[in-house]
């Protein structure tokens, strides 16, 4: 019975880890564990020495991101400074809707997941930080704090590219 126990234990646990890598692989589009950063509809990551232009985005109360709504060109790499003057942990998220809201419900079951991705950050009360984004498509890029509630609250903005 105890070989049983054994054997039955460590399948489950296997079953688990490889349903775990599976999924988060799934959400994270391969760069929750720091993989391969190519381009995606909303861009790709920018090269600190490109940088165009540098955008101040404030995480405060109330929930909100200031600037919520942002104008940029096809082509641009954006140095965005995040400072959270919050109390509480917030988060800058660049995706489409779809990613953030897959990334949104993660999270509602993994709250103090980190990220290591170059096109989010997580900032803790009174802290800056910063994202470094090219915009190689014209269009909408949605952003959002996707910690569980904020969202919902209304902390999202969108990054308007404009074609050259």
Not at 36 to 64: C, F, L, W, Y
Not at 69 to 91: A, C, M, P
Not at 128 to 154: N, P, S
């Amino acid at each position: 019975m105890k070989s049983f126990q054994s054997h039955f234990i460590s399948r489950a646990g296997l079953a688990f880890a490889a349903a775990t890598l599976a999924s988060s692989a799934a959400f994270a589009g391969g760069t929750h564990s720091g993989g391969h950063h190519e381009e995606s509809p909303i861009g790709k990551p920018g090269v600190a020495a490109k940088v165009t232009r540098t955008i101040q985005v404030d995480m405060s109360n109330g929930m909100r991101f200031k600037p919520s709504d942002i104008q940029v060109k096809r082509g641009e790499t954006v140095r965005f400074v995040l400072k959270n003057t919050d109390s509480v942990k917030h988060e800058f998220s660049l995706g489409t809707p779809q990613e953030l809201a897959e990334h949104y419900e993660v999270m509602k079951k993994f709250p103090d997941m980190e990220h290591d991705e170059p096109n989010k950050i997580s900032l803790a009360p009174g802290k800056q930080g910063e994202v470094i984004w090219q915009f190689t498509r014209a269009g909408t890029v949605d952003f959002a704090c996707l910690h569980v509630g904020h969202f919902d609250a209304g902390m999202k903005g969108q990054v308007k590219v404009a074609a050259k």
